[in-house]
């Protein structure tokens, strides 16, 4: 059974760098699939923020583009997330999921705040 | 980039009902590469439906997809009290890599 578990400081300052980390048990991130990183703000709509495939190629949201880079540790079997220059804006629940194109599995997402 | 048009946003509906959400897209989804996600207060979305037909594994065939094109629809043929959530549909057949998510469609107890 595949699962992916987020982590990373729950309260980042405005201007610093959001940096998240997503575990993935159950299945080599190597084997294939790419992998994605996707945000919600408080009682708003899912937002796709980046993917990553194993080999390390990306795709980024355009209009997060210039902050954004997602990486890849395969001996880890994990993939990260940062985000620099945060504003109360990037609040939101992360959430790293594995892309088959649709999203399944997600991992159970983890809030963070922008706040000083 | 695709945009999603989902409707209504919000459905008032009782117990036992059929309902049939609508997800329409700017352009023609390559592929009917479109999918549905349930998402609970407090959890994480789960994925229904992809392909616009498929169902995912353990889902009840009371959710069933349908459409084509740029009309797609979800219908919940019996509602049960678990359903009461937000929908979400989502394509994934944009070339390059440009992924995109409706705005979802709140399912209320009526």
């Known amino acids: 059974q595949v699962q992916l578990q987020e982590s990373g400081p729950g309260l980042v300052e405005p201007s610093e760098t959001l940096s998240l980390t997503c575990v993935v048990s159950?299945?080599?991130?190597?084997?294939?699939?790419?992998w994605t990183w996707i945000r919600q703000p408080p009682g708003k709509g899912l937002e796709w923020i980046g993917t990553?495939?194993?080999?390390?190629?990306?795709y980024y949201n355009p209009s997060l583009k210039s902050r954004v880079t997602i990486s890849v540790d395969t001996s880890k079997n994990q993939f990260s997330l940062k985000l620099n220059s945060v504003t109360a804006a990037d609040t939101a629940v992360y959430y790293c999921?594995?892309?088959?194109?649709?999203?399944?599995?997600w991992g159970q997402g983890t809030l963070v705040t922008v706040s000083s | 980039e695709i945009v999603l048009t989902q409707s209504p946003g919000t459905l008032s509906v009782s117990p036992g009902e059929r309902v049939t959400l609508s997800c329409r897209a700017s352009?023609?989804?390559?592929?009917?590469?479109l999918a549905w996600y349930q998402q609970k207060p407090g959890q994480a979305p789960r994925l229904l439906i992809y392909?616009?037909?498929s169902r995912d594994t353990g889902i009840p065939d009371r959710f069933s997809g349908s459409g084509s094109g740029t009309d797609f629809t979800l219908t919940i043929s019996r509602l049960e009290s678990e359903d009461f959530a937000v929908y979400y549909c989502?394509?994934?057949?944009?070339?390059?890599?440009?992924?995109?998510f409706g705005q979802g469609t709140k399912l209320e107890i009526k």
């Open positions: 352009q023609s989804v390559r592929s009917n590469y």
């Open positions: 392909g616009a037909s």
């Open positions: 159950g299945y080599s991130i190597s084997s294939g699939f790419y």
């Open positions: 999921v594995r892309d088959r194109g649709s999203y399944d599995p």
């Open positions: 990553i495939y194993h080999s390390g190629s990306t």
């Open positions: 989502q394509q994934y057949g944009s070339s390059p890599y440009m992924y995109t």
